[in-house]
């Protein structure tokens, strides 16, 4: 695990990230690359769940007679854990990014806020 913050490099496996994922992600401190974030699991050692899933509600509903899909809200599971590293994700605009806590935080709110110190 890093021990330093790098915007260019997985907080967990500390392998560089392509160019296009550095430009993309470069508000993030203590970011998890995509390949570790795979390998993320909830407290209890299940895959997490987001936006539908997570709430228990289907994608896909019947409005005025026609099926139409729901979008996803921001929200889901967290914290998340990678090879037992406490992370927390910040779910955006259907998606998310996850992050490596290295303050060992009890919510997403203090990480945060440790992290914007």
Request: charged share 30%; net charge negative.
């Amino acid at each position: 695990m890093s021990k330093t913050c790098s915007r260019s490099r997985c907080a967990i496996c500390e392998e560089p990230f392509d160019a296009i994922y550095q430009i993309a992600s470069s508000d993030y401190d203590h970011l998890v690359c995509t390949q570790c974030d795979s390998e993320a699991v909830t407290k209890g050692g299940k895959k997490p769940k987001h936006g539908n899933e997570y709430l228990g509600r289907d994608s896909v509903i019947e409005k005025d007679g026609k099926q139409v899909v729901r979008m996803d809200p921001d929200v889901g599971d967290n914290p998340v854990f990678i090879d037992g590293n406490k992370c927390w994700r910040r779910y955006e605009v259907g998606g998310w990014v996850t992050q490596l806590d290295p303050f060992d935080c009890d919510s997403i709110d203090e990480f945060c806020d440790q992290i914007s110190r």
